[in-house]
């Protein structure tokens, strides 16, 4: 693992200057995040109640009690205690100082994606003005990410890669210690959070035999057979970030028959997919090139989910590789690729890296061997 002195800074004041082009864009001169993420994301504040207006490169947060010295330490900490001013109150205080901020600002921006009507109708009658629904404002500035992101990303990442290394010699003996699905995520979560894991950056997917025909299996006391395939799909949280990995398995050696060649077909996939990953691709070249390679094996109708996703401070950001991607990939920008091939009843194979869009093409920040046999 890396040290944590190497992890560049987070860049967190560049951001609140930044949103004010993509304010422009939305046709609003102020924004309403309700969204923790990108609350976080603006501000560096990480607590479970908050929101933060923005207005012309300046920002109030406001929240309760239990976060007045948080919040206060944090907004400092990132460096934009001089951007980010604090309001700490019962919601009517919290209100009545959102109001006071947006006094003589005109259109007032409300995050749609993440209000509910009832929620946008009460913001409304607060700050007493028709507001504008915006979508994806902070979530297109989160698309590119600074070095300081990065950093913590690849550390989640490797975290993942050693906690997975750990386990791995608990698949080799499962066909005889009768090993489950639910003991093998366990054993997998536990790794991530000794080696230094926040917590997990989804629930943790372990699916053998005719569960893996399943993308988004619960792990369940199923016993680990010889000859299944086992789908292992997981991710570690670091500062924030987040990391996602899915390799696929074979019980006691390697595949026969038609699993055999599903395996084949869907590395086969993931290489071309991630060959595709570079800048100035769109994100719906890269799920052709891996959907072909599966229509053309004869499975393209068991190719059911997108091809990948961005991730980041969310498991699941844009942009979305899929074949309704429109995004043009840029340096910085994070994605997953991740084909698969779900035959129900048979099992299924899935296999995942999250890349980081560069200049010239892309690097991998997961590195977890691909060999099959477990």
Known sequence: MTDDSTLAPLEVARRLPGLAERLEEAEVDALVVTTLANVRYLSGFTGSAGVLVVSDGQALLTTDGRYRTQSAEQVARVGVADRV????????????????????????????????????????????RELVP?????????????????????????????????????LGEADSTGLTEEEFALALDTAMRRLGAEGTAFDTIVATGPNSAKPHHHPTDRVFQRGDPVVVDF?????????DMTRTFCIGGEPTGELARVFEVVGSSQR???????AGATAKEVDDVCRQVITEAGWGDRFEHGTGHGVGLDIHEAPTVSPLGTAILAPGVVVTVEPGIYLPGVGGVRIEDTLVVTEDGSQPLTHFTKDVAA
């Open 272 to 278: 071309a997919g991630v060959a595709a990953v570079r």
């Open 235 to 243: 991710g570690a949280i670091f500062e924030g970030y987040r990391s």
């Open 134 to 170: 915006t979508s994806g404002v902070v979530e297109a500035l989160r698309e590119v990410k600074d070095d300081g992101e990065l950093d913590r990303m690849r550390r989640a990442a490797a975290i993942a890669d050693a906690a997975l290394g750990e386990v791995l010699p608990l």
């Open 85 to 128: 001013a604090i309001e700490i109150g019962a919601a009517s205080v919290q209100r009545d100082a959102a109001k006071a901020f947006l006094s003589g600002v005109g259109r007032v921006g409300l995050e749609a994606d993440d209000v509910s009507w009832s929620a946008s109708n009460r913001w409304a009658d607060v700050l007493e």
